[in-house]
Nanobody, 126 residues
Framework: QVQLVESGGGLVQAGDSLRLSCAAS????????MGWFRQVPGKEREFVAG????????YYAETVKGRFSISRANAKNTVYLQMNTLKPEDAAVYYC???????????????????WGQGTQVTVSS
């Protein structure tokens, strides 16, 4: 069983930056595709970014491309989401997700992930 723990959320102003972290338990982190999703009340949880096990394949949602950056440090069992130029519409609960897979490509769909963190709130004031 893998446990994922997010951190780094908070209240910022539009235009500011935040870096989210997701720490994973377990010894095979490099075999996990990892993703970040976000959800606002009343809406579906949506894909934000995904990264494969060795970090050389990355996908972004169009809404964050050019502003957000996903990365991972396998030696630290951690995946990051650097969020720059934040907008009020980026406000949401952000979730880290992971799945152990032989896929060499990130996975953009919720059902493809087996493990989820508890979420961290990001609030962006205008």
């Amino acid at each position: 069983q893998v446990q994922l723990v997010e951190s780094g959320g908070g209240l910022v102003q539009a235009g500011d930056s935040l870096r989210l972290s997701c720490a994973a338990s377990g010894r095979t982190f490099s075999s996990y595709v990892m993703g970040w999703f976000r959800q606002v009340p009343g809406k579906e949880r949506e894909f934000v970014a995904g990264i494969n096990g060795n970090g050389d394949h990355i996908y972004y949602a169009e809404t964050v491309k050019g502003r957000f950056s996903i990365s991972r440090a396998n030696a630290k069992n951690t995946v990051y989401l650097q969020m720059n130029t934040l907008k009020p519409e980026d406000a949401a609960v952000y979730y880290c997700a992971g799945v152990e897979t032989r896929s060499d490509y990130p996975l953009p769909r919720r059902y493809e992930y087996d493990y989820w963190g508890q979420g961290t709130q990001v609030t962006v004031s205008s």
